[in-house]
């Protein structure tokens, strides 16, 4: 809670020295064992001139409640005080890096590519999904990452072609796609990185002329995505020359999205938005490809939107690898 008067942070048992430790030199860190909703009204009391009928204005991040927890605010003891949906304020003050956050993606970037070169090593034909996923999280948590963004996708043959497959029991066979999307975190600051791999064969030509597609496509947004141009523009970057060759509506998503605390998080690269990116935006860039039955193909790295221009965060090795 934040109010002319100073921070307080109302939170239970379980982080009552966690939260001293990470927020004791900024806000007030109060240890509630009943209830953090009536406290935090108690608080309030305390802290804003409530009165019956016009009471302060308290802003609330509604992204962030669930809508029973909402509903704790049109309840009788949150009545003395008017509550107001205050947008991603917060997460607005997040999109601009400064060094120091830059360094920890970086470094969570570099551990990501250690973790993969040895995961890749160790792939083989018949190995299951799962199993790599296995071996991709060991590598992590040995290079040092302090957690899972997400829950790491590993998706083989035609399963390549989910853009946000569960990996799964389904073992791979020589001469299939693998695709790797996984993340990195250092200092709570994440990386988000896909490769695509071809396993226990040499690629075939339809297979090189699709990864060679989305390449070219992930390089020239890469190395073309600038701060101040908008979201739509640099989404642009990818899209165009993979609408140009047909494959348009096999690229659904969009082409990228910020990444920092939270593995998504402002801005978007995407066609809906207008908004320019701002300097200092680390984003991703991922274009993919994705053909029903057959597989897909998706390439992501991490920039950092300098003032000079693009700057990788992640290896940017996207040369075909394929594992014979
Ligand atoms: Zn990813
Ligand atoms: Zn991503």
């Not at 309840?75 to 509550?83: E, F, I």
């Not at 991603?88 to 956050?101: A, F, Y």
Request: proline residues 5%; aromatic residues 4%.
């Amino acid at each position: 809670m934040a109010t002319r008067g100073g921070l307080l942070l109302v939170t239970d048992f379980r982080y009552d020295e966690q939260a001293r430790q990470q927020s004791g030199a900024v806000a007030r860190v109060e240890i509630e064992g009943v209830s953090i909703w009536d406290r935090l009204f108690k608080e309030l009391g305390g802290s804003t001139h409530a009165g019956k009928g016009g009471g302060s204005l308290i802003g609330f991040e509604a992204h962030a409640l669930t809508v029973k927890e909402a509903e704790r605010l049109s309840s009788p003891v949150a009545s003395p005080w008017r509550w107001k949906p205050a947008g991603e304020l917060v997460e607005r003050l997040r999109v601009r890096k400064d060094p120091g956050e830059v360094a920890a993606i970086r470094a969570a970037g570099r551990l990501a590519a250690e973790a993969l070169r040895e995961t890749l090593a160790a792939v083989r034909p018949r190995q299951t999904e799962l199993e790599i996923a296995g071996v991709l999280g060991g590598a992590l948590r040995r290079h040092g990452s302090e957690a899972h963004p997400f829950p790491t996708i590993v998706a083989s043959g035609p399963r390549s072609a989910l853009p946000h497959a569960h990996t799964s029991q389904r073992t791979v066979a020589a001469g299939e796609w693998l695709l790797l999307d996984f993340g990195a975190v250092v200092d709570g600051y994440c990386a988000d990185v896909t490769r695509t791999v071809v396993v226990g064969a040499r690629a075939d030509d339809s297979q090189r002329a699709l990864y060679d597609l989305v390449q070219e496509a992930q390089h020239r947004a890469r190395a073309g995505v600038r701060a101040g141009m908008s979201g739509r523009e640099a989404d642009a970057l990818a899209r165009d020359p993979i609408e140009a060759r047909g494959f348009g509506a096999a690229f659904g998503h969009s082409t990228g999205h910020g990444v920092g605390l939270e593995v998504h998080e402002a801005p978007r690269l995407a066609r809906t938005s207008a908004d320019p990116l701002p300097e200092n935006a680390v984003v991703t860039i991922e274009p993919g490809v994705y053909v029903a039955g057959r597989g897909g193909v998706r390439i992501e790295d991490d920039v950092h939107l300098s003032a000079d221009g693009p700057v990788l965060l992640t290896d940017g090795c996207t040369d075909l690898v394929e594992l014979v």
